[in-house]
């Protein structure tokens, strides 16, 4: 028969030794073992549901507000089942999930798939390759993640545990969230009709409970029950439509140590400043004997906007086991000392604190080189008002909101099936203005002219090529912060400030060593953020304001990142169940 192949070129016993030798030392190193696949299946139905009082039919996923809780670990396939028995189109997100080659399983309708039309099915597939930590899921269809959200939490590998004390235990996450009485999607088309700003939410909520601040509400209130002198971990999640938001909890202090599912150096802090889309894992130490039963934990909006919005205090309770001190109750418990609305310096205090671990285990990739500057200006315009109406936007114009002056257009077709065809005619335009087309003191006075242009235009870009992008606020219709949200990538902030950006100054304060990585990071009031990413993922990824009525007026773009020339830097294959527009 001949000398077995793997022995061919041994030449003596003694290397046939050495290599039988090899080989069971090889044998005795630890597997990796291939993640799980976890099944979930989302019936997507309409659901009575009382707050305040008021009953409304509202979309939920298997009849529960807020949705499920999915649980994965690293290395995991997810594999989730979606049935859209509502008349309402509707697609989800996973958001932070980086699809790596499988743009087919984000989520934004009309981006990366049609929607799921009522009565159809979608099976989302993917695997979470390189994360772990608290992510979440979301609608991704007009006003609908108002409702449909849940958290998404993806465990460590087995064994492998948190660079930080391990807890005692770890709580329920907490979801923030909005109320409307009113039928939110009557809410976006009123406001998309007439021109003028939407109207407001009336509670902001805990896990979809307003709490005893509100109206009719005291039985709607959420708690969750902690031991004197443990260390807890909670994970916070935005899941609000259109407010970033102030927490705290009453006598406590709070150790920051993730954010948007990256580990970040741990920091204390008695109120933290949370964007829509943005999650926070937090180290929660109680106190070894409590002055009170139970203590108030609460949520109130950031905004400097010059329209109206919901200044409303939600709050929850904390509640400590049975102690000596427990017969006073719940009731009138003081709130934490919460910063004024318009606080922009405790935010940017806040938002300064956040450092990568940028460990061997944990390093921060920052590109150092980069291929393409790209500044981007980022705010709110108008629209001229159609001849046959009267509108109530500004001076009698439209809001609209754009990427320097650029008001996204839904297209017609899903952008991915349009390139993964080559087939872009009358789908999109290559030409998103990467420089602003008209410069102007963007944080000082606004230029005369607020209209905005309008296109379903992307950005192409070479795959791997490393691009540090300058998000920069302006003051048109009034400077105020917008939450960016990048979807396929992870990016690294390395720096911000007020003002316009200085490329010839800012750069040299850049942090290069150590810059949190995120997927959603505010841009300032009346200031500017820079950040980093590598495109190393191809396929069509989304890049929107997650306040959703500036994503309703156009606030978004798209990059499309061509494939590379190995196998495994191609965009995979589209699904067979893709739902079709």
């Known amino acids: 028969m001949g000398t077995p192949r793997g022995l061919r070129n041994a030449g003596s016993s003694s290397s046939a030794c050495r290599f039988l030798a090899a080989f069971a030392v090889l044998l005795a190193l630890p597997t990796l073992t291939a993640g799980l696949t976890r099944h979930y299946t989302f019936n997507v139905q309409m659901t009575n549901v009382t707050r305040l009082c008021v ?26 089942k ?13 958001h932070g999930i980086l699809q790596l080659r499988n743009g087919w399983a984000d989520g934004p309708s009309y981006i990366t798939q049609c ?39 993806i465990l460590p590998k087995r064994g492998e545990g948190f660079p930080f004390p391990r807890p005692y235990k770890e709580l329920p996450p907490i979801m923030f969230g909005e109320w409307f009485n009113a039928d939110t999607e009557a809410v976006i088309n009123q406001a998309l009709q007439t021109g003028a700003g939407p109207n407001i939410s009336d509670a902001y909520t805990f896990n979809g409970l307003p709490g005893p601040t509100y109206n009719c509400s005291s039985k709607d209130t959420y708690k969750v029950k902690v031991q004197p002198g443990r260390t807890y971990l909670l994970r916070l ?40 889309g943005q999650t926070m894992n937090l180290l929660l130490t109680t106190a070894p004997n409590p002055g009170s039963p139970a203590y108030a934990m609460a949520i109130a909006p950031y905004t400097n906007t010059q329209g109206t919005f919901d200044n409303t205090t939600a709050v929850a309770v904390l509640e400590y086991a049975p102690t000596r001190a427990s017969a006073t109750g719940n009731n009138n ?19 300064s604190k956040f450092r990568s671990l940028a460990t061997a285990r944990y390093p921060a990739r920052v590109p150092r080189a980069v291929d393409r500057h790209v500044l981007f200006t980022v705010g709110l315009g108008t629209d001229p008002c159609p001849s046959n109406q009267t509108c109530q936007g500004p001076n009698g114009t439209k809001f609209a909101a754009s990427i320097n002056n650029n008001s996204f257009v839904r297209p017609r077709a899903a952008l991915l099936e349009a390139h993964y065809q080559r087939r872009y005619a009358g789908v999109l335009m290559a030409n998103f203005p990467t420089a602003p087309p008209h410069p102007f003191n963007y944080t000082g006075t606004p230029p005369n002219n607020t209209f905005v242009t309008h296109g379903t235009r992307v950005v192409p870009l070479a795959f791997n090529t490393s691009v540090e992008l300058v998000l920069q606020g302006t003051s048109i219709q009034g400077a ?15 720096g911000q400030g007020f003002g316009n950006y200085d490329p010839v100054n800012d750069p040299a304060n850049y942090n290069l060593v150590d810059p ?29 304001c997650h306040f959703d009525v500036h994503l309703s007026w156009g606030l978004s773009m798209a990059w499309l990142v061509n494939d590379g020339p190995l196998p495994s830097q191609k965009m995979l294959p589209p699904p067979s169940d893709i739902p079709k527009c």
């Open 237 to 276: 999640i935005n899941s609000a439509l259109n407010d970033e938001l102030f927490f705290g909890i009453a006598n406590h202090t709070l150790t920051v140590v993730e954010a948007d599912a990256n580990y970040v150096k741990p920091f204390t802090a008695k109120t933290l400043v949370i964007s829509p």
């Open 516 to 544: 949190v990585e995120r997927n959603t990071v505010s841009v300032p009031t009346g200031g500017w953020v820079a950040v980093r990413f590598l495109a190393d993922n191809p396929g069509v990824w989304l890049m929107h």
């Open 333 to 351: 418990l003081p709130l934490p000392p919460l910063p004024r609305y318009n606080d922009t310096n405790a935010v940017a205090n806040f938002s």
């Open 82 to 94: 979606v049935h859209n028995h509502m008349n309402y189109n509707v697609s989800f997100h996973w």
């Open 55 to 80: 009953t409304k039919s509202i979309p939920t996923v298997n009849g529960q507000f807020p949705g499920p809780k999915l649980v994965v670990r690293e290395g995991d396939r997810l594999v989730v």
């Open 480 to 494: 105020e912060s917008h939450p960016l949200h990048m979807h396929g990538f992870n990016f690294f902030v390395v």
């Open 115 to 153: 929607p799921i039309q009522g009565g159809g099915s979608y099976v989302y597939d993917f695997t979470v390759t390189g994360q772990r930590g608290t992510l979440w899921w979301h609608a991704h269809f007009s006003w609908l993640r108002v409702h449909l959200y849940g958290p998404l939490v």
